[in-house]
């Protein structure tokens, strides 16, 4: 079946390094979404990143991610890390392209910027 | 305002009882979802449901039996309460024809099991 690999549970940075959480993924599908959600303490889980096209990168509040179908990769990547990203991050895949399709979860990395 | 509505924030049961938690959603969307977040496993799929229907269902247990009564509401229907279904449960939308089929997360309703 579809699945998710998040191979950090928890990335200890110190502000203004870079970050990168990793993300592989297994689909029968050809063409999987794959996105990024954020999800702070006590809140729920906020759609930070999305891409379904191979080998173009997507951007969104200093983070961006590539989609690369040949290594089934999707990794978080941000120049420099803020206090404020501290978070638990998810990468989710999304093998149906039908808009009631599931969203299969890692098992999320928790990023944790300190000063 | 709002968009995806969850009520209630929190809700504390006993074991055996059965308890409602409910959804709506504001946002136009036709498919909407379950998740469930615990301690011991991450976002988990539940149900969708696409136009008041159910699309999937990866709950084995028939003791969660999702209602949908609009289309803009799906509630969650929990039977014979176990202490293993603390959990928070995330509700969902989004939108199936015409969008990018990224879904939208409600606030939770966080269950505690006694």
Redesign the interface.
């Known amino acids: 079946g579809d699945s998710v690999t998040q191979t950090e549970g928890l990335v200890t940075l110190t502000e203004g390094l870079p970050v990168m959480l990793n993300c592989t993924y297994q689909t029968i599908y050809s063409n999987p979404?794959l996105?990024w959600?954020v999800q702070h303490l006590n809140?729920?889980?906020?759609?930070l990143l999305?891409s379904?096209t191979d080998n173009k990168r997507t951007e969104h509040q200093g983070f961006h991610a590539t989609l690369h179908k040949s290594s089934s990769s999707f990794h978080l990547q941000k120049s420099s890390a803020q206090l404020s990203d501290s978070a638990l991050y998810?990468c989710?895949l999304?093998g149906n392209?039908?808009?009631?399709?599931?969203?299969?979860?890692?098992?999320?990395t928790k990023l944790t910027v300190s000063s | 305002d709002p968009k995806i509505i969850q009520k209630p924030k929190y809700l504390v049961a006993v074991t055996g009882s059965e308890k409602i938690l409910i959804c709506e959603q504001y946002l136009g969307h036709?498919?909407m979802?379950w998740?469930r977040q615990s301690a011991k496993k991450?976002?988990?799929?539940m149900f969708?449901?696409?136009y008041q229907k159910l699309?999937?269902n990866?709950t084995a247990s028939s003791r969660f039996q999702p209602q949908s009564s609009k289309k803009n509401h799906l509630d969650l229907q929990i039977t014979a309460l176990k202490p293993d279904d603390s959990a928070t449960y995330?509700c969902?939308s989004?939108?199936?024809?015409g969008?990018?089929?990224?879904?939208?997360?409600?606030?939770?309703t966080r269950l505690t099991v006694l």
């Open positions: 979404f996105f959600y809140e729920s889980p906020r759609l999305k379904f998810y989710a999304s392209q039908g808009g009631s399709a599931k969203l299969i979860f890692g098992e999320g | 036709n498919a979802y998740y991450p976002l988990e799929f969708s449901y696409s699309m999937d990866q995330f969902a989004s939108q199936e024809t969008g990018t089929y990224e879904q939208y997360f409600g606030p939770g």
